[in-house]
Nanobody
Framework: QVQLVESGGGLVQAGDSLRLSCVDS????????MAWFRQAPGTEREFLAG????????FYSDSVKGRFTISRDFTKSTLYLQMNSLKAEDTAVYYC?????????????????WGQGTQVTVSS
């Protein structure tokens, strides 16, 4: 069973940093390709970053490339999103997503398993 739980969101000021975590307690972490999405009120869910099963390959949207870093720790079954130089427009609910690999998708349709989301609010 895939069970994803995000944490690490909060209220910060523009220019600050946050690190989001997504823990899988289902026992199959090593078999998933994973991604981070976000959704602001009134918008579609937006792809941010993806990482392959091996952790070797990553992909970022233009809106966060150079500021955000996706990584995974196999010993802790945890996916991370390090967010630096946060902007007000980064305010959204951030979601962890996964599916069994190999593979990598930038579409919500490419992921069957989702966390509950964690709120990130950036004040300017």
């Amino acid at each position: 069973q895939v069970q994803l739980v995000e944490s690490g969101g909060g209220l910060v000021q523009a220019g600050d940093s946050l690190r989001l975590s997504c823990v899988d307690s289902g026992g199959g972490f090593s078999w998933y390709y994973m991604a981070w999405f976000r959704q602001a009120p009134g918008t579609e869910r937006e792809f941010l970053a993806g990482i392959r099963v091996s952790g070797e390959s990553t992909f970022y949207s233009d809106s966060v490339k150079g500021r955000f870093t996706i990584s995974r720790d196999f010993t802790k079954s945890t996916l991370y999103l390090q967010m630096n130089s946060l902007k007000a427009e980064d305010t959204a609910v951030y979601y962890c997503a996964a599916d069994r690999g190999p593979g990598l998708s930038s579409s919500t349709a490419g992921y069957r398993y989702w966390g509950q989301g964690t709120q990130v609010t950036v004040s300017s």
